[in-house]
């Protein structure tokens, strides 16, 4: 089943996540304040089938970069990349007054890349993020929920990958082999599933209106690839792009 991305934000409290290591997350503050992002304030993607909504995004006291790393995506890697330094980011651009500042922090993730596309496991919200491609360095974003549960199949033993492809694990495995025509759009692995601490960012969208209230809107957010590559998914249609332009 493909989905739209249609986002419905919410702020959770993650100190404690289960799955994959625990992760003590801490998000850019002001030069006299340090903030520790606690149990859950990453925001939550819920697919639906209706149309995009955005729910009210509070107000951080985080101060947003704004990665401009816009290296090409490929589909002939035959392992898992090589983590490269996080990019430097420069200054926050400033904000209207009463405007949400972006929420930024560091999360745990599983990234896999397949022959049509790429998919990236949240941990702090427990949700895989479909990459589709469509063409180079854009494509289709569908969110779906983790629904793997210890105990269940890891694989399919009857599903044999061509030589120099692999078979999804676990709730990649899981989504690849149960999900209509999923298996087909993405094909193959072309690296095994690895996981990574990756610098994750939301940029809320909307407008101030006369009465300088803010008024809600589709936002974006940011995940950055082992490889060190930024990947942007926009709310506001449901897709994916390399980069920030």
Avoid at 86 to 99: E, H, Q, Y
Avoid at 194 to 213: P, R
Wanted: overall charge negative; aromatic content about 10%.
């Amino acid at each position: 089943m493909r989905f739209r991305a249609l986002i419905s934000l919410l702020v959770v409290l993650f100190a404690g996540c289960q799955g994959p290591p625990p992760t003590v997350v801490y998000i850019v503050v002001t030069a006299t304040v340090e903030t520790t992002l606690t149990a859950d304030q990453m925001l939550t993607v819920e697919p639906t089938l209706t149309n995009t909504e955005v729910a009210a995004v509070p107000t951080s006291t985080v101060e947003p970069p704004s990665p401009t790393t816009t290296v090409s995506m490929t589909t002939t890697a035959t392992g898992a990349p090589t983590a490269t330094p996080a990019p430097t980011l420069p200054a926050p651009t400033d904000l209207p007054p009463n405007f949400p500042t972006p929420v930024i922090a560091p999360v745990q993730v599983a990234e896999q890349l397949y022959e049509h596309g790429r998919m990236f496991w949240l941990g702090p919200i427990k949700q895989i993020w479909v990459l589709k491609i469509t063409n180079e360095g854009h494509g289709t974003w569908e969110v779906y929920e983790d629904t793997f549960e210890e105990g269940e199949p890891e694989t399919d033993p009857s599903l044999v990958p061509p030589e120099g492809r692999y078979q999804p694990e676990r709730g990649f495995g899981k989504l690849w082999r149960e999900s209509p025509g999923l298996r087909e759009e993405l094909g193959w692995g072309i690296t095994p599933e690895f996981g990574y601490v990756s610098n994750y960012e939301y940029h809320a969208g909307g407008t101030i209106d006369a009465n300088g209230n803010y008024v809600r809107g589709p936002g974006y957010h940011i995940v950055f690839s082992l490889g060190g590559e930024l990947f942007r998914f926009n709310e506001a249609d449901g897709t994916w792009q390399l980069g920030t332009s």
